[in-house]
Nanobody
Framework: GQFVESGGGLVQPGGSLRLSCVASGIAFSSYVMSWYRQAPGKERELVAAIRGVDNGTRYADSVKDRFTISRDNSENTLYLQMNNLKPEDTAVYYC???????????????WGQGTQVTVSS
């Protein structure tokens, strides 16, 4: 699969951004899709994931009630609405398909370029 992320940028604390990811080369609706992020000097971490069959979701504790993951299976597109952004949200954000459901989500090694999100005043 291939994934092209967009929508990142520089935003002040408390601001909002909406990330998009267009997928190709996979049966998009069949996959659990996710957003990961990687900050400088840190390991890549799961931010949120969403099932294709029923839109069930899972979020990292650090983003609950601030971020919303969604998908449009007709457009092979994944979204991440990010509100009340904090400096600690600064990272490169990646979308990726995975297996083993939401609880044990394991990403495939199909990483794209990601999109940079910088939260700073």
């Amino acid at each position: 699969g291939q994934f092209v992320e967009s929508g990142g940028g520089l935003v002040q604390p408390g601001g909002s951004l909406r990330l998009s990811c267009v997928a190709s080369g996979i049966a998009f609706s069949s996959y659990v899709m996710s957003w990961y992020r990687q900050a400088p000097g840190k390991e890549r971490e799961l931010v949120a994931a969403i099932r294709g069959v029923d839109n069930g979701t899972r979020y990292a504790d650090s983003v609950k009630d601030r971020f919303t993951i969604s998908r449009d299976n007709s457009e092979n597109t994944l979204y991440l609405q990010m509100n009340n952004l904090k400096p600690e949200d600064t990272a490169v954000y990646y979308c990726i398909a995975g297996r083993r459901g939401l609880t044990y989500f394991t990403p495939y090694d199909w990483w794209g370029q990601g999109t940079q999100v910088t939260v700073s005043s």
